[in-house]
């Protein structure tokens, strides 16, 4: 497990389940563009969190890739769900661009309803087929660029399905942190 404090940010990344996070905030949901219980991270929460929680996507769908909504989290353990429409690698270009709007625009509404702690699942790397290392790339790059400009989110956590995962989360993590802390 990694954590490690960047621009006044704890950062970690543990493997395990989402939907069982009971000390974040908000939930990021790798969600389909109708917001609907489907497979992987979106299946697991929809189904923890009970029926309430398609009822009140229903009328904010349909989202575009890159695009985020904020939700009640209703039987989870958190305040609210962040779902985000990844890009489908491949189909939906620029890919790069809309991946990093997905977690530009989670860290947004974050900040928005001033909340301090956020767990992202890896956004796209599923049935989307975003190669999991460019994928992580563009996820840790994105969040170190606007760290310095957050006022209230003072945790995210990476939460992966695999320790592979996990381990590749790592890896790419540590780089650009070293790499970032030599530029500055």
Do not use: W
């Amino acid at each position: 497990m990694t954590k490690e404090t960047v621009h006044g940010v704890l950062i970690e990344c543990v493997q395990g389940d989402i939907a069982s996070r009971p000390d974040m905030q908000a939930v990021v949901n790798a969600a389909n563009a109708q917001l609907l219980p489907g497979g992987g991270v979106a299946g697991a929460l929809h189904c923890a969190a009970g029926p309430g929680l398609e009822q009140e996507c229903r009328p904010l769908a349909p989202i575009r890739p890159g695009q985020a909504v904020i939700s009640g989290a209703h039987n989870l353990p958190n305040e609210h769900v962040i779902h985000c429409l990844g890009p489908v690698y491949g189909v939906d270009e620029p890919a790069d661009k809309l991946l990093a709007d997905c977690y530009r625009n989670a860290v947004q509404l974050a900040e928005e309803y001033k909340l301090a702690s956020i767990a992202f699942p890896s956004i796209s790397t599923g049935a989307f087929g975003y190669p999991k290392k460019e994928a992580t790339e563009v996820a840790f790059r994105t969040l170190v660029e606007i760290l310095p400009r957050l006022k209230a989110l003072q945790h995210i956590r990476f939460v992966l399905f695999s320790a592979a995962d996990m381990h590749l989360h790592e890896d790419v993590f540590n780089a650009l942190v070293h790499e970032d802390s030599r530029n500055a």
